[in-house]
Nanobody, 131 residues
Framework: QVQVVESGGGLVQTGGSLRLSCAASGRTFSSYHMGWFRQAPGKEREFVVSRSGGNIVYTYYADSVKGRFTISRDNAKNTVYLQMNSLQPEDTAVYYC???????????????????????WGQGTQVTVSS
């Protein structure tokens, strides 16, 4: 069983920055595909960004965050980060980290943005951007 724990959420003003962290258990973390999703009040959970595991790196961003958000990972620390810059009120949401430990890279490239592609989820961390 892989445990996923997010941290780093908080309250920030428009234009500000936050960095979220996601720690995942497991000895093969470097092979996990890791994703971030978010859910705003009254809305469905949506894809934000994903980064593949393994030796070949693929990174995918939702159009709404391209150029503002950056995903990175430190396999030595079993942690993935989400650097969020130029935050806007519409970025307010609970942010969830997710891990896929079983999806092969070819399937991943076609399904990285689907919630069903990820096996393990964190509890979420609240990000609030004030106007």
């Amino acid at each position: 069983q892989v445990q996923v724990v997010e941290s780093g959420g908080g309250l920030v003003q428009t234009g500000g920055s936050l960095r979220l962290s996601c720690a995942a258990s497991g000895r093969t973390f470097s092979s996990y595909h890791m994703g971030w999703f978010r859910q705003a009040p009254g809305k469905e959970r949506e894809f934000v960004v994903s980064r593949s595991g393994g030796n070949i790196v693929y990174t995918y961003y939702a159009d709404s965050v391209k150029g503002r958000f950056t995903i990175s990972r430190d396999n030595a620390k079993n942690t993935v980060y989400l650097q969020m810059n130029s935050l806007q009120p519409e970025d307010t949401a609970v942010y969830y980290c997710a891990a896929s430990s079983t999806m092969n890279i070819y399937v991943y490239r076609g399904k990285y943005n689907r919630m069903s592609s990820y096996d393990y989820w964190g509890q979420g961390t609240q990000v609030t951007v004030s106007s």
